[in-house]
């Protein structure tokens, strides 16, 4: 290993254990766990409002985020050599459950997403989503760099499995979020730019091929999306209200609480995928930049774990999995705000919800573990 | 394998983490533009969107589909009618308008209390009824005066109409305004523009087909809420049409023939199941309920002591009486219980051995030999009693369970009842007590715990025509498409009754046809030389007359009279109809109920058997 003096600055306390204490004892990372904790007070606050003012919705989303944080915890607690070893298992188990998911599964909402193990519903995909990062992270960890060729098309192959399978269910949403999670890992890893830009252009040509692939309600979203005015009470009617209520928020809001179109039940999902028009309209242009701000405390602080991250597994994986956090949730601001089409992304953290979440915070364990496991070496 | 540069990839890592992150801030930067130019740059649009919607959106209520019997004839339509209307949403003294507005238009104390009831169970912002079926001159009193009140507008709808009111009560139901409860079982946004829902009969089994699909419609409205122009439209779609297997005419005349009694009436077309008519009496008004009926008139309808809501040919509860036989000699004789010459003695009463309790037949004197097809003619009460204790109470309520007693026939109408079948399991399940065998004899003319339907027994008569064939009652043939005119028939649906034996089918349908043609047939006065008839009477206690009293009709107030019942289908060789009548209190079913299925199989058949327009109703061989 070949670190700059600098870099390791904030490990060498004169005695670590008794100067970080507790945090340092359980491996968290304050900086990451404080924003992580203000974002989800926030979320709640806009919780309250968006359900009508029902306890009960806040009070189960609060054990929700009690068991996330938790899981959390619990991987801050495992070695990254650990994570590694388990990598290409739990891809192994992930696209096992997702072949069984199509082959069994029970379907919900038109899809078959859920794996009925008797005791727990299960969504194999949530499972994908971290286990690709991961594989392609170990997969790539011992190869030159940067990848060769070789190299690369194996690790399209072990992206494009289960990218492939979710979209058969069909879930276009999850299957594009595990596709760029794995490119992000390539990106990250070195690939050459022109090879990213070749990358891009050809999905521009493959994209009228992949429309007629397309089931006729993700091609209506996406025509929706294109001009919501045709539909106005139909599919078009979620954007063009959560426009007009994010709008007449204006710069201070309504007031917490106060948002007509929140309240007066105009706006349809408000207190899952589109609560942040709710906070839009409540708390005005000051309470988004509020939380954008806390948003780019959390990735700063991710990308900053990745790049003192002391082998390429930690650092492809951190990097990746604080990259695709970003993608939730400006996906998500992007389609309540009408600039993409709408797809069932949750805004990260604030969303009422709880498979995600468990994923998420599961990340962000990870993300502690590869920063608080670090081997101490000498100056 | 290269040795991996780790500075090199450590440094380009970076690179990347950099790069990433100011494509990130990037992003962030352009979603706050975004949020800028929405939440500052066009503020003024949104507030003005979100505080008074410029352009509204209308939904356009689809019409409700029509109602046609077998024939064409309309049985449901949709009348226009003007109302005058109130959002009380909008109305600040909603009393000092009502006030206001009986200086144009006349309100009566009926119109404002249903208002008020109204007022109490409708959804936000629904317009309610303060004046239905405005005329003219009202009409246009209000036109002039009508800026001074608003909130308030006269509107121009369709609304349901029975034009055979009372005959059609029980079968069609009748459409209301749609209360709270019922918002629970809808789909909300397909009745926005909705204010009327089936609430019982055929209006309410085929709801989800009689309503049609909602239509929207973008308007443009002014500062007092007023519609200045429309921008765009998708129109609604009408709900489908119902062609009934009913005929209005058959219907009238059922009606008619149970005279000053009440009761039921069900008849049955055996091939399809299909009902031909369907009548509980007393009936209603069914248009009283439409536009919301007064608290008043609710009350009189529900204190009455005949009950007219009630609709007896499907929920109504009777013992089936002697009409039960038919199915018992069957379930005897593939039992092989009886054979078709077993002979019982018949001495004018029953004991169970090493019993006091005497089981008395109806005829004192007692009818001597029997075997099942005099049995049957003769209505003997002891044969049956003994016929009953050899089988058993579950042997018997197997085979009865087969032609559909004990449970929901599956008929396309809300609410039936299942009626009792008896038996050992039931006793102990329902009633937690063990099984006496002196209720078996019982059970075996048709009292007791057992209770049936009309409808059940029309369609296990019709079921002996059918020759064990069960069919499922419906009430609608057919839908069909306004639009294009596409028909969507109802296919009759079946099980079969496992009685192998064809001989015994034939043996109990001669004598259920001695019943009405032999010299000493219960039903012998319907008799007829135009065509065969095959039937048979009952008689349900309303009450127990006691080992030492004797049933005295004329001593007995008239509503603990026995009910009387007759079962029958026509022609007996070709059966084309198949009818239950339940004449409440109307004594025996020979007298009183037989001649009411012999005026529906005239009315049916002599049409068919000799051409429309021939006059042989007024014989009587």
Known sequence: MNLHPTDIGDLTPTDPTRQRGLLARFHLDLPLLLGLLALSSYGLLVLYSASGQDMGQVEHQLMRFGLAFTVMIGIAQVRQEQLMRWSPWLYLVGTLMLVLVLLIGDVGKGAQRWLDLDLIRFQPSEMVKLAVPMTLAWYLTDKPHPPTWQHLLLSALIMMVPVLLIARQPDLGTALLVASAGGFVLFLAGISWRLIFGLLGAAAVATPVLWHFMHDYQKQRILTFLDPEQDPLGAGYHIIQSKIAIGSGGIWGKGWLAGAQSQLDFLPERHTDFIFAVLAEELGLVGVTMLLALYLFVILRGLYIASRAQDTYGRLLGGTLTLVFFVYLSVNIGMVSGLLPVVGVPLPLISYGGTSLVTLMAGFGMLMSIHTHRKLLPR | ?621
């Open chain 2, 1 to 621: 394998m290269r040795i991996k540069d780790h500075i090199r990839e450590e440094q380009n890592f970076l690179g990347r983490v950099i790069i990433a992150a100011l494509l990130i801030m990037l992003a962030l930067l352009g979603l706050s533009a975004r949020l800028v130019q929405l939440q500052v740059i066009e503020h003024q649009h949104f507030t003005t969107l979100s505080k008074d919607n410029r352009i509204k959106l209308i939904t356009l209520a689809p019409t409700r589909g029509l109602i046609f019997d077998r024939n064409g004839v309309l049985l449901a339509q949709n009348r226009p009618a003007y109302n005058l209307e109130l959002v009380p949403e909008q109305v600040k003294d909603i009393d000092a308008t009502l006030e206001r507005l009986s200086h144009y238009i006349t309100l009566d104390a009926d119109d404002r209390e249903r208002f008020n009831h109204l007022r109490r169970h409708k959804r936000r912002f629904d317009s309610i009824p303060i004046r239905v079926n405005l005329d003219i001159e009202e009409t246009a009193r209000f036109a002039v005066v009508r800026h001074q009140f608003p909130g308030v507008e006269i509107k121009a709808k369709l609304l349901r109409h029975y034009p055979f009111a009372e005959v059609t009560s029980h079968l069609l139901g009748y459409v209301g305004r749609i209360s709270s409860r019922d918002i629970k079982t809808i789909d909300t946004s397909n009745y926005t523009g909705t204010n009327h829902i089936g609430k019982t009969g055929i209006e309410k089994s085929y709801e989800a087909t009689l309503h049609g699909a909602i239509g929207v419609q973008q308007v443009e409205v002014n500062s007092s809420g007023r519609v200045v122009r429309i921008l765009d439209e998708t129109p609604p779609q009408p709900g489908q049409d119902l062609h009934l297997h009913l005929d209005i005419d058959l219907q009238q005349i059922a009606l008619e023939a149970l005279g000053d009694h009440n009761g039921a009436v069900v008849a049955i077309d055996p091939h399809s199941g299909g009902i031909l008519a369907l009548v509980s009496k007393p009936g209603y008004d069914p248009n009283l309920f439409v536009e919301g009926i007064s608290r008043h008139a609710y009350m009189t309808l529900q204190t009455d002591r005949y009950r007219p809501l009630y609709n007896r040919a499907l929920r109504g509860q009777y013992p089936p009486g002697s009409t039960i036989k038919p199915f018992i000699g069957l379930a005897g004789l593939e039992a092989g219980v009886i054979r078709y010459d077993t002979s019982y003695y018949c001495p004018g009463s029953f004991q169970l051995p090493g019993h006091e309790h005497k089981y008395r037949d109806w005829k004192k004197g007692g009818h001597g030999s029997m075997d099942i097809d005099a049995a049957i003619t003769q209505s003997c009460d002891v044969y049956y009693y003994k016929l009953a204790f050899n089988l058993g109470i579950d042997t018997m309520s197997d085979y009865l369970g087969q032609f559909g007693f004990g449970r929901r026939s599956g008929v396309d109408m809300d609410g039936e009842s299942r009626g009792i079948l008896p038996s050992r399991d039931w006793k102990r399940r329902t009633r937690h007590q063990p099984w006496h065998p002196g209720e078996t004899v019982i059970a075996g003319i048709g009292q007791g715990y057992f209770l049936t339907t009309p409808l059940q027994l029309a369609i296990a008569t019709a079921a002996i025509a059918n020759n064990g064939h069960l069919m499922t009652p419906h009430v609608v043939d057919y839908l069909q498409n306004r639009g294009n005119g596409k028909r969507h028939p109802i296919l009759p649906r079946e099980t079969s009754v496992p009685i192998a034996s064809q001989a015994n089918w034939d043996n109990v349908r001669r004598a259920m046809r001695h019943v009405v043609e032999g010299l000493r047939g219960t039903a012998r006065r319907i008799r007829t030389k135009l065509y065969a008839i095959a039937g048979k009477t009952g008689t349900a206690q309303v009450f127990t007359v006691s080992q030492e009293d004797e049933y005295n009709e004329k001593n007995v107030a008239h509503k603990l009279r026995d009910h009387a019942l007759f079962i029958g289908y026509a022609p007996a060789d070709d059966p084309q109809i198949a009818v239950a009548v339940v004449v409440e209190n109307g004594g025996h079913g020979g007298a009183t109920a037989a001649p009411v299925a012999r005026k529906l199989m005239d009315a049916w058949l002599l049409p068919r058997i000799y051409g429309p327009g021939s006059n042989h109703g007024n014989d009587d061989s």
